[in-house]
């Protein structure tokens, strides 16, 4: 609707007589590039209102933007040449607020972001580039940082890895899994580094390696195993040093 509205105004015809720079303190402005046409208001030097960007080689619209005295306040949106929408923003006092959302060529989803005060805030979706609904990643933000359970997937749906997350940095358990929904790995995290147990099994849920962590280094005995669970190797660490 926003862009229908937009479009049946006189901005089309503004556009493609559009040649030269016009501008006046509190008065129209209109200008153009080799790439695009600018049309808006500006008061004082300074972008206000509702500005229209068009690609200069046919006139169609690329990008509407919304100012309130020199700093973005309202709805941004952005066309690929083809006319779809492929960006869908909103700011408030030059800071994104509210839901985003970015579009791939096709016009699929492929971002759902969420802002607060121009933080990443709450859920936020990305989703596999042209597969409708696929998610490949959800994750939850606080104040512009991750916080929590951050999920992978592949492109049929299953969970590949699962991230805890704390003021942005790993805390915690830090699993992968196998298609099937099996454990893969396991490790633990403090303050974004490696601390104590790590453990990588094989698809059937048998061990395939493990061993210690202290500090982010490798630490003590590390065992791996063949499939059948036999012990093939045993190396010591210490301090990420292997001793032998």
């Not at 759902?112 to 042209?130: A, C, D, P």
């Amino acid at each position: 609707m926003i862009v229908f509205i937009l479009l049946s105004g006189n901005y089309g015809l503004q556009a493609q007589k559009a040649s030269t720079n016009v501008s006046s303190p509190d008065d129209f402005f209109s200008s153009r590039d080799e790439k695009f046409l600018y049309h808006g208001k500006e008061i004082n030097g300074k972008k206000d209102g509702n500005w229209l960007v068009y690609y200069a080689h046919d006139s169609s619209l690329h990008k509407v933007e919304n100012y309130q005295m020199g700093l973005k306040h309202g709805i941004f949106l952005q066309f690929s040449t083809r006319s779809t929408l492929i960006s869908e923003e909103y700011f408030k006092n030059d800071l994104p607020e509210g839901l985003q959302r970015t579009y791939t060529n096709a016009g699929i989803v492929e971002t759902v972001n969420f802002y607060r005060h121009g933080k990443l805030e709450g859920v936020q979706k990305k989703f596999y580039e042209n597969r409708r609904d696929k998610l490949s990643e959800l994750s939850n933000y606080k104040n512009g940082l991750k916080e929590g359970v951050s999920k992978w997937f592949d492109m049929e749906g299953n969970l590949i890895a699962e991230y805890n997350y704390h003021n942005g940095l790993l805390e915690g358990a830090q699993k992968s899994f196998y298609p099937n929904g099996k454990l893969r790995s396991i490790d633990h995290f403090v303050t974004n580094q490696y601390e104590g147990e790590s453990i990588e099994y094989y698809d059937d849920g048998k061990v395939k390696l493990s061993g210690q962590y202290e500090h982010g280094e490798k630490q003590g005995k590390w065992q791996k195993f063949d499939p059948s669970g036999k012990l093939e190797n045993t190396e010591i660490y210490k301090n990420g040093q292997l001793r032998k």
